[in-house]
Each structure stands twice: as C-alpha cells, then as structure tokens.
C-alpha cells in the first residue's frame, strides 16, 4: 500500500514537473527561476522533452509533406539525426557550466541540462502540429510553413537564453556574452574531439601495420 502510494505521488510529481514547461514557456522568467530554485523542474520531465524533440526531428522527416521536406531515404540516417540534437546539447552544457563555474555561475550541470531540455518545449510542441499542417496545404501556402517552423526555433533559443540568465542569475548582457562564449567553446571541444580521435586511428593503423609487418617476416 504504502509503494503503490509512493509511486503514484512520484507519477503525479512527474506530470506536475512536465506540465510546468508550458508554464516556462509562456512566463520564462519566472518559470526558469521556479524550475531550478524551487525545484518546480524534473530531470525526467526534461528526458522526456529531449525524447519529443528527438521524435519531432524524425516524424518530420517521414510525415513532412514533401512539398517541404525532400528525403532521399538512401542517404537517411537515422542515428545521425538523433546525434545531431544529443550531441550539441551535450557540449552545450558541458562548456556552458564549465565557464560559467569559472566566473561565478549559479548554475550546476543538472540544472544546465533541465533547464536547456525546458527550454526546447517549442520544437515538438509546434512540430507535431505542423507535421499535419503540411500536408493540408499547397506550395503557395508555404510561408506559414516555414514561419512556424522558424518560430519554433526562434522561441527554443531565446527561451534557452533566458533559462541560462535565471539559474546563473546574470545580467543578459553577460549571459549574452557567455551564450556565444560557450558556443565557442563547443566549436573548440569539437576540435580537440577531432584531433584526438585522429590520432587514435593513426596510432590504430600504425600498430596494425608493425603487426602485419611481424606476421609477413614470421
């Protein structure tokens, strides 16, 4: 009785910490200093936005009219789709918190990842509809597509903004200035990323070679 009663207290705590990014979206200030503050935020909730936005980007792709949406499926795939938000997110949150730590960020790395996956709500909340919206109008129409379309992103990064402004608790000046510092810095972890798996490889295909070598003489 009592587990049944647990649960069902942690389900309704889930839907209560899902249900408030509408309210982050509509009142971002307030909502993003409730989120991370009075813990009105949830890292399920936040998986469970990242799983929407992620299915977003991969019904789009299959449903899209493709009046506006052109897949040449051969060439899809669909891993890389998924990496192509996962990824980002995670540089952006590891260089996000690793500079602002340096110059008196409020922030933690959890709180970073909830309040960026908050800040993402616009995309499938938009997406999905629009998905549908597709392929009820003509090419003619397709302004409205692409201002949806372009919406959702506008709002997901000024929301991500304004949530980076509230649990660093700066000015929007700084957190202007640190938003494309940290975008730097991924562009640089990036690099060193490169570099390093380079040189695996070469030092891979260097050892091969010595082994191949030893077994022609052997």
């Known amino acids: 009785m009592i587990a049944a009663l647990k649960k069902k207290e942690t389900y309704n705590h889930y839907l209560s910490t899902l249900r408030f990014a509408l309210y982050c979206i509509t009142h971002p200030l ?32 299959q449903y899209t009219s493709f009046l506006f949406c052109k897949v040449y499926w051969p060439e899809i795939n669909i891993f890389l789709y998924i990496a192509s938000i996962i990824f980002p997110l995670a540089l952006w949150c590891v260089g996000n918190w690793g500079l602002t730590t340096l110059f008196e960020g409020k922030g933690k790395l959890s709180q970073i990842y909830m309040a960026t996956c908050y800040g993402m709500t616009p995309y499938p909340l938009i997406q999905f509809p629009l998905i549908i919206f597709s392929n009820m109008i003509t090419a003619d129409e397709g302004a409205f597509y692409i201002v949806f379309s372009v919406l959702s992103l506008v709002w997901a990064a000024v929301l991500i903004v304004s949530a980076m402004m509230e649990i660093h608790e700066y000015k929007i000046s700084k957190t202007i200035f640190f938003t494309i510092a940290t975008m730097f810095a991924m562009l640089v972890m990036i690099f060193i990323l490169l570099l390093f798996f380079s040189m695996i490889s070469q030092a891979a295909y260097y050892f091969i070679s010595i082994g191949r070598e030893l077994l022609f003489r052997v």
């Open 30 to 61: 307030d909502g993003f200093w409730d989120l991370t503050h009075e813990k009105r935020g949830s890292i399920a909730a936040a998986n469970t936005i990242l799983f929407l936005t992620i299915l977003a980007r991969i019904l789009s792709l």
